[in-house]
């Protein structure tokens, strides 16, 4: 009788601790702010693409306040970090999206809008590729940029991390439009809002 009993407060143990573990998971996502140190990434008068997609990586950290989304970055200061250390922090982590952030450039000052891109040599291709449509589509419903759609890319952290990963291009800073959204406080925290509104979509 006591061994049955033990038996039964094992069984009810487990199966309460199982129930706290998935509901508990958090959903893990790696934000990667493009550039750093060095590397100023585009560039258009004083406006550098390294400090404005660090802007909008703080205020991600600040907005987010989903106990069950863990985010980490891959930088929080201006600093250069080589390609293939952003990888390894990445695949150390292990997270469940790698969301890399830039801003574009162009020649032509006309070319505007926002774009993602996806890499078919990742193993997680047609995740990445399904979870980026769903970015684009809800940028497109929450800012005023241009939808410029998914596209493939060759970029070295969307080829090497081993999980779903996008390289997300916020407007052109060489387009008066863009740039005056993109270097706007308001509009960099639209911005992070509206990641955070597609992770909380794709969580579950």
Sequence with gaps: MKNLLKIIIIAVALLNLSFVNNENKDFVVVIDAGHGGKDFGAKHTTFLEKE??????????????????????????????????????????????????????????ETNGFEAYVSDKNSNFEKSEE???KLVTLFDNQTPLKNRGVKKGMLYVLKKTEAPAIAFEIGFITNEKDRSYVCNEQGQTQIAQSILDFVNTIKN
Excluded: C, W
Excluded at 78 to 86: A, G, N, P, V
């Design 52 to 109: 404005l997609v660090s802007a909008i990586s703080q205020k991600i950290a600040k907005i987010n306040t989903d106990k069950n989304v863990k985010i980490y970055f891959t930088r929080t200061s201006d600093e250069f970090i080589e390609l293939q250390k952003r990888v390894e922090m990445i695949n150390e982590i292990k997270p469940n999206l790698l969301l890399s952030l830039h801003v574009n450039q162009n020649k032509n000052t």
């Design 131 to 133: 979870l980026a449509k």
